[in-house]
């Protein structure tokens, strides 16, 4: 099995610790891991923003890049779900469907194509688990509340296999923290108070780390945090299952 490595742009330039777990916890669970150098965007963001007829050259880029692949895996859940739902080539629709079906978020990955059913990691800390938006009801890794049915979760069930980790209960679940991409931009005042809300339902159960599986949504409760002073730290879940954040 050889896997290609899709790294959103954000984790890129300002998360790369995020980047670098996904790819050590890959290759510790013997999965041939492979990154496409002249990987970019994946065009998320112009479609969100109405222009999704700008895209073709994102799309063409991601298609040559990791088409030939067994699986891709992305640390993202909004970066996977834009794929597999937006993905398009007029010229090669066989290999656009191919890359839309086997692109994964690393937790489901792990849950559904791995199986993991341990992990050698430690962190012995209290955790808030944020679910995002594009995850939780776009890709289904959890269930979400409002549904009269089971609960599961492939992020909670990774996170629980971690030696010393407490996850923290939370009011409200799977509250959108705010960020919603260009929405923080248009909609500065409201993303703003959204994550506030969530930062502070964190905070009252005692979180010491807050994480998830999208670094947007956490850059976005990060920027809330630093503001309020807290010591309160975000971490990629890579990073949590992988055995913590690296040294610098």
Do not use: W
């Not at 923003?49 to 909004?78: Q, W």
């Not at 407490?166 to 799977?174: G, Q």
């Not at 409201?190 to 506030?196: I, Q, T």
């Not at 809330?224 to 610098?248: F, M, T």
Request: charged share 20%; proline share 5%.
């Amino acid at each position: 099995m050889t896997v290609g490595l899709f790294i959103p742009c954000y984790v890129d330039q300002f998360y790369p610790g995020a980047a670098i777990a996904t790819l050590q916890l890959l290759e510790k669970l013997g999965v041939n891991v492979v990154y496409p150098a002249n990987q970019t965007c994946c065009g998320q963001p112009m479609a969100n923003s109405g222009f999704e007829h700008l895209t073709g050259g994102c799309n063409e880029l991601f298609i040559k890049n990791f088409a030939e692949f067994d699986y891709i895996v992305a640390p993202s859940g909004s970066c996977v779900l834009h794929i597999k739902h937006h993905i398009h080539d007029e010229k090669q629709p066989e290999k656009a469907a191919s890359v839309s079906h086997k692109i994964y978020e690393l937790t489901s990955f792990l849950t559904d194509v791995l199986k993991v059913t341990s992990l050698p990691a430690k962190f012995p800390h209290k955790v808030g688990m944020h679910q995002s938006c594009h995850g939780q009801r776009g890709l289904h890794l959890s269930q979400m509340t409002e549904l009269v049915a089971p609960y599961y979760s492939k992020p909670g069930s990774l996170l629980n296999m971690v030696e010393g980790i407490e996850l923290i209960e939370l009011n409200r679940a799977d509250e959108c923290c705010g960020f919603g991409g260009t929405f923080c931009v248009a909609e500065e005042a409201v993303s703003v108070k959204m994550g506030k809300d969530r930062v502070a339902d964190h905070l009252k159960h005692g979180a010491e780390y807050i994480t998830g599986v999208d670094m947007s949504c956490l850059m976005h409760m990060e920027g809330i945090l630093n503001r309020q002073g807290s010591k309160v730290k975000i971490l990629h879940i890579a990073e949590i299952l992988n055995g913590g954040p690296l040294n610098p």
